[in-house]
């Protein structure tokens, strides 16, 4: 009888133990699927934060990395990301942030068994620390985080420590600015400022692209002419119904300069929306292809864009198509796109 009893408790301690590690690591239910294909105008540089200056790296890495904060696509505001909320002292130099402890990197053989670990105050020491350190391929630190204290030190004469940033616990991060700057959350929402594990940066150095955003890349293809971005099944941001993003299955970028050849491949079915069409193209658009556009349920419809008053802009995008949004600055969210049913 003993004999039994202690079988029984040996069973029950090894489930819980596989059920406490195996609800670490569910994958979010997806309640929406799909694959969304979109051109950009030109290929992208770097898929490394501190090393993008141009806007089609800046589009993908705000895809594959999060950091403390970020900007609202659809007004520029800041809203929260791996800081669920944060204070500002009076002096207004000493910002304090508390992380969201439900954060994971993605999945990448750099990490113990290929699986991605929790993010914590840590990371963010680290991945400060690198882009407080000059290197031809780092081209993000002044303008993002030179107002801390000790970071221009840091840069300029590779201290090891950096004053201003003090991680108090595993989910806790205080910065110390030198003087008060009102654009600082602004700044620390910069693809620049994303959160970067160390494992990743050793194994891969300035060609990683391991992050914990809302796509990651399995395999980075050399061929340059497409790139598959894939859900993060393990992303921690919820719309207000409860459903995790990102809603997409896959997001499929092609690099195409012509906007001719981007406009033909989208009458072919082998794209799914035209971005930033100035009216001319999307007059000769309309004129080859009414039909598209007609009906109770036409196959496309046009979008103003927001990017230049100056210039009127228009996005061709698939009636079903749901969430895509751009502003003044080129920024886009695709975690929040989805196919209306």
């Not at 003993?2 to 819980?16: D, M, R």
């Not at 950096?162 to 595993?170: L, P, R």
């Not at 494992?199 to 598959?228: H, M, T, W």
């Not at 100056?310 to 196919?339: A, C, E, P």
Request: contains cysteine; aromatic residues 14%; hydrophobic residues 35%.
């Amino acid at each position: 009888m003993k004999f039994f009893i202690k079988i029984l408790t040996l069973s029950y301690l090894i489930f819980c133990f596989n059920c406490s590690h195996n609800t670490e690591y569910k994958a979010n239910i997806n309640n929406y699927g799909g694959t969304l294909r979109i051109n950009e105008h030109s290929n992208y540089i770097s898929l490394f934060p501190h090393s993008t200056n141009e806007i089609v790296s800046y589009h993908l890495i705000s895809q594959l990395y999060e950091g403390l904060v970020k900007y609202n696509a659809f007004d520029l505001t800041i809203c929260s990301a791996i800081a669920n909320s944060w204070e500002i002292d009076s002096t207004e130099t000493v910002y304090k942030f508390f992380l969201n402890t439900n954060v994971y990197f993605n999945d990448n053989e750099c990490f113990k068994n290929g699986i991605g670990r929790k993010v914590t105050a840590n990371d963010f020491l680290f991945s400060f620390n690198l882009l407080a350190t000059q290197n031809n391929n780092n081209n993000n630190f002044f303008g993002t985080i030179d107002n801390i204290i000790g970071a221009k030190e840091h840069y300029l004469n590779k201290e090891l420590h950096i004053k201003g940033i003090i991680v108090e616990n595993d989910s806790t991060l205080i910065l110390k600015l030198k003087k008060p700057n009102p654009l600082f959350l602004y700044c620390l929402a910069l693809p620049a400022a994303s959160v970067i594990p160390e494992e990743a940066f050793k194994k891969y150095s300035y060609n990683s692209y391991v992050g914990c955003g809302p796509f990651f890349i399995k395999n980075l293809s050399k061929n340059s002419d497409s790139l598959s971005l894939i859900r993060n099944p393990r992303y921690y941001v919820k719309d207000n119904k409860n459903n995790y993003l990102p809603y997409l299955d896959t997001v499929i970028f092609s690099f195409n300069s012509s906007s001719k050849k981007e406009l033909q491949m989208l009458s072919e079915n082998k794209l799914d929306l035209a971005y930033n069409i100035d009216n001319v193209e999307v007059t000769e658009f309309l004129e080859k292809n009414i039909s598209f556009f007609k009906g109770n349920n036409p196959k496309f419809i046009l979008q103003f864009s927001n990017l230049n008053n100056d210039i009127q802009l228009q996005h061709i995008i698939k009636r079903n198509i749901k969430g895509f949004i751009t502003n003044s600055q080129n920024y886009y969210d695709l975690s929040k796109v989805y196919y209306e049913n």
